[in-house]
């Protein structure tokens, strides 16, 4: 069974400082791996996604994400925050392409000034 | 991006009445499902809608208690029936567009907040 585990609930940086969010997965297949923000009474953005191309997987707005098997960890970076990146970050597995999606429990990234 | 429109986008509602939820896609999608998301917590599936037949629920999840409706490639509805304060959720439509730049990526609605009292 395929599961995610977000390690930080809540992240605090300073803008113009690095984001690391954190995101460790298991699965018995090769998975496909998302990262999805949510803003404030907002749907759900596609930030990034890996699917067995390049494992270094570059996303919109500067968020990047490395897929490290042997780790089984797929973590989201950013060199430098800003106040706009403020938001619920999902980290997501998936087995069966978009049939069956796994999310993690969130990571509520806060930027101060 | 394909367009997704969700009514109501939040509603209150009374304890054992039941509210039915639209989605509307701006273009054919091939794939549709039901999310729900609790307070403070993260998504879940509900069901895969689909077009012309019942849908596919996951565990947890029973037919009488989410019906849900694919009429056509574009529109879906999900109804939650006989609704208690546990159901208190936002529910997100998502979908995977048919074709264009964007087909094989997976969209959400911005959800219906609803409050059960």
């Known amino acids: 069974a395929q599961s995610v585990t977000q390690l930080d609930s809540h992240v605090s940086v300073s803008e113009g400082t690095p984001v690391l969010l954190r995101c460790n997965y298991s699965?018995?297949?090769?998975?496909?791996l998302f990262w999805y923000v949510q803003h404030p009474n907002k749907g759900l953005q596609l930030l990034l996604k890996y699917t067995s191309a390049a494992t270094l997987v570059k996303g919109i707005n500067g968020f990047e994400a490395e897929f490290k098997k042997s780790e089984t960890s797929f973590h989201l970076t950013k060199p430098s925050a800003h106040m706009s990146d403020a938001a619920e970050y999902f980290c997501?597995?998936?087995?069966?392409?978009?049939?069956?999606?796994?999310f993690g429990t969130g990571t509520r990234l806060l930027v101060s000034p | 991006s394909a367009v997704i429109s969700q009514k109501p986008s939040r509603d209150i509602c009374q304890r054992g009445t039941s509210l039915t939820i639209q989605c509307q896609v701006d273009s054919q999608v091939t794939m549709m499902f039901w999310y729900r998301q609790q307070p403070g917590q993260s998504l879940t599936l509900i069901a895969t809608?689909?077009?012309?037949?019942?849908?596919?629920?996951e565990s947890g999840f029973v037919i009488d208690k989410f019906p849900i409706s694919r009429p056509n490639l574009t529109f879906s509805t999900l109804t939650v029936s006989n609704m208690s304060p546990e159901d208190s959720s936002i529910y997100l439509c998502?979908?995977?567009?048919?074709?264009?730049?964007?087909?094989?990526?997976?969209?959400f609605g911005e959800g219906s907040r609803l409050t059960v009292l």
């Open positions: 998502s979908v995977v567009p048919a074709g264009g730049p964007e087909a094989g990526e997976l969209f």
């Open positions: 997501v597995v998936s087995d069966t392409g978009f049939q069956k999606l796994v």
């Open positions: 699965s018995s297949y090769s998975p496909s």
């Open positions: 809608a689909n077009q012309g037949s019942e849908a596919t629920y």
